[in-house]
């Protein structure tokens, strides 16, 4: 299989979504998340959900809780927040995952 990189990563009305330059499937998540979380320091993940086409990963990060999602059927990924506290983190964490990836912004 190639290898599959990340086309875009977006940042709208604090939402982080993800695309992908080419179909995956649930097999990748793993990849995918270790592709994402490439430059993100101090991330401790606290559990993973893995459902018959959806896997969710909560994730703590400098004080703040996220989930990000990754849709299979949809090829859709994207980021939630768990709190107002982490809300107001997402434009940092988005900052984080696109530094040194200008072409994803």
């Known amino acids: 299989?190639?290898?599959?990189?990340?086309?875009?990563i977006n940042l709208v009305n604090n939402r982080i979504t993800v695309l992908f330059d080419?179909?995956?499937?649930?097999?990748?998540?793993?990849?995918?998340?270790q592709l994402l979380?490439?430059?993100v320091?101090?991330?401790?993940?606290?559990?993973?959900?893995?459902?018959?086409?959806?896997?969710?990963i909560r994730f703590h990060w400098l004080e703040t809780e996220f989930?990000?999602?990754f849709d299979y059927y949809s090829q859709s990924c994207w980021f939630?927040?768990?709190d107002p506290h982490s809300l107001a983190e997402t434009p940092a964490?988005?900052?984080?995952?696109?530094?040194?990836?200008?072409?994803?912004?």
Not at 93 to 105: A, C, D, G, S, W
Request: aromatic share 8%.
């Open 1 to 8: 299989m190639p290898t599959i990189t990340i086309q875009s």
């Open 22 to 33: 080419q179909p995956w499937f649930q097999e990748d998540i793993t990849t995918l998340r």
């Open 37 to 39: 979380f490439h430059n």
């Open 41 to 56: 320091s101090n991330l401790c993940i606290k559990e993973i959900i893995i459902g018959a086409d959806l896997e969710n």
């Open 67 to 69: 989930i990000i999602n």
């Open 80 to 82: 939630d927040t768990q």
């Open 93 to 105: 964490l988005f900052n984080l995952l696109t530094q040194n990836n200008e072409r994803y912004v």
